[in-house]
């Protein structure tokens, strides 16, 4: 398939991210896009209150995510992703502002995290595909007025991923190491996905 062929099957994207629409769009996919509304919050609360492991608890929004729209764009394959950040045992979530992303990213420094990054697909409302990934990154101790010159430069960012960071930007310059799949990192485990689009005849082989 060339990138301006029609798929025989629509795809959309149950999600607002600017990252995995920009992922899709940079692998020649063409798709629709329809953010779901799912409560993050509250399934994570409720999750973690039943013993849920982070990366059942990515799973499992990611799940609903493309459920969610599944179930009024019927025929289309649906793609729900999400991203979960472990540190210590410490559930993070996006940071609300700039003092959060501070806050955050200095619990972080010097540590190693855990990215668990779920994609799921569904069609007719039921989930026919779904993956995980667990990429391990390590911050290098950086000073204070390192992290203070990031945020000023990549204010408009900070608060848009998980981890306060863009490994695609100038937040690479926050690690010391990380091992893990590129795009897992940035939140779509694009691979699996896409050989799973495969089997479905939704993309050329």
């Known amino acids: 398939m060339t990138p301006d062929d029609s798929p025989l099957v629509p795809i959309i ?3 607002a991210s600017v990252v ?3 992922i899709l769009r940079n692998a020649g996919l063409t798709f629709g896009i329809v953010p779901a509304d799912v409560d993050e919050g509250v399934v994570k609360n409720e999750m973690k209150g039943e013993g849920s492991s982070a990366s059942e608890t990515a799973q499992v929004l990611a799940d609903l995510k493309a ?3 599944s179930r009024e764009q019927t025929e289309a394959m649906v793609i729900g992703a999400d991203q979960m950040l472990v540190c210590e045992g410490s559930w993070f979530d996006k940071p609300s502002n700039l ?11 010097g540590k190693r995290h855990q990215l668990l990054s779920s994609v799921s697909v569904a069609q007719h409302g039921d989930i026919i595909f779904r993956y995980g ?4 990154l390590t911050m290098r101790s950086f000073s204070e007025r390192f992290l203070d010159s990031y945020l000023k430069a990549e204010e408009d960012n900070v608060c848009r991923s998980v981890g306060g960071y863009r490994l695609e930007g100038s937040g690479i310059q926050l690690f010391a190491s990380v091992t893990g799949s590129y795009f897992d990192i940035l939140g779509l485990p694009l691979l699996p996905l896409l050989a799973f ?5 939704t993309l050329g082989d």
């Open 13 to 15: 994207l149950a999600s």
């Open 197 to 201: 689009l495969r089997t479905k005849e």
């Open 133 to 136: 990934a667990n990429s391990i």
């Open 20 to 22: 995995r629409s920009e």
């Open 67 to 69: 459920q969610k729209v």
């Open 99 to 109: 003092r959060a992303a501070r806050h955050q990213l200095m619990k972080l420094r």
